[in-house]
């Protein structure tokens, strides 16, 4: 991730205007590979961007591109209980944002031989909307949840293949995701 540290100044700008001016008489491909290189040596020479490296400061995460910082655990405990585990390690229950999201959850789901995983939504009962853990709209409930009539309060569970099943909040539950907040180094 690259991110801008601060503005240009008029030295800058000017160095840019005479890059301008430097690359008119050439071919536009010429001009493309010229002033991509000049302006990216300018821009990091100047430290205008920093590019960072993605990471995950918790021991035990892992980082991936579509889904953050994020750990599958496989143990028998209450829905309370698991929601508390991800809140000690400076997170929450992982929110499903995309199908590629649910993609990735999957491929770990398969590796550590679990059907599925305890993961943040929940509602009152069947007439409400699914909400994540702030009172949103899920982004995502891939290609539908199972057992969506269940009448009382309910917590979401993903079930590998992009699908969610609804489940009792009371009962225990075989595992969850975790996720916490991507750093940058």
């Known amino acids: 991730m690259c991110v801008r540290r601060k503005p240009m100044n008029d030295s800058i700008r000017n160095g840019m205007t005479m890059v301008k001016h430097r690359i008119r008489n050439v071919t536009i491909m010429q001009q493309f590979h010229v002033l991509s290189h000049d302006l990216d040596s300018?821009?990091?020479?100047?430290?205008?961007?920093?590019?960072?490296?993605?990471?995950?400061?918790?021991?035990?995460?892992?980082?991936?591109?579509?889904?953050?910082?994020?750990?599958?655990?496989?143990?028998?405990?209450?829905?309370?209980?698991?929601?508390?585990?991800?809140?000690?390690?400076?997170?929450?229950?992982?929110?499903?944002?995309?199908?590629?999201?649910g993609d990735v959850l999957t491929k770990e789901l398969q590796a550590q031989n679990l059907v599925g995983?305890?993961?943040?939504?929940?509602?009152?009962?069947?007439?409400?909307?699914?909400?994540?853990?702030?009172g949103n709209l899920l982004?995502?409930?891939?290609?539908g949840i199972i057992s969506n009539n269940v009448n009382a309060n309910t917590v979401m569970g993903y079930v590998q293949g992009n699908r969610f099943v609804a489940t009792d909040p009371n009962s225990d539950v075989i595992g969850f995701i975790c996720e916490t907040p991507v750093t940058y180094i």
């Open 42 to 101: 300018c821009l990091h020479s100047c430290h205008l961007i920093t590019c960072r490296e993605p990471t995950c400061t918790t021991s035990g995460y892992k980082y991936d591109p579509s889904a953050g910082c994020f750990r599958v655990v496989k143990r028998i405990i209450s829905t309370a209980d698991a929601k508390q585990e991800c809140i000690r390690d400076g997170g929450s229950l992982l929110l499903v944002n995309s199908e590629e999201e």
């Open 117 to 134: 995983a305890l993961v943040q939504g929940s509602r009152s009962n069947a007439a409400d909307p699914w909400k994540d853990d702030n």
């Open 139 to 143: 982004p995502y409930t891939g290609s």
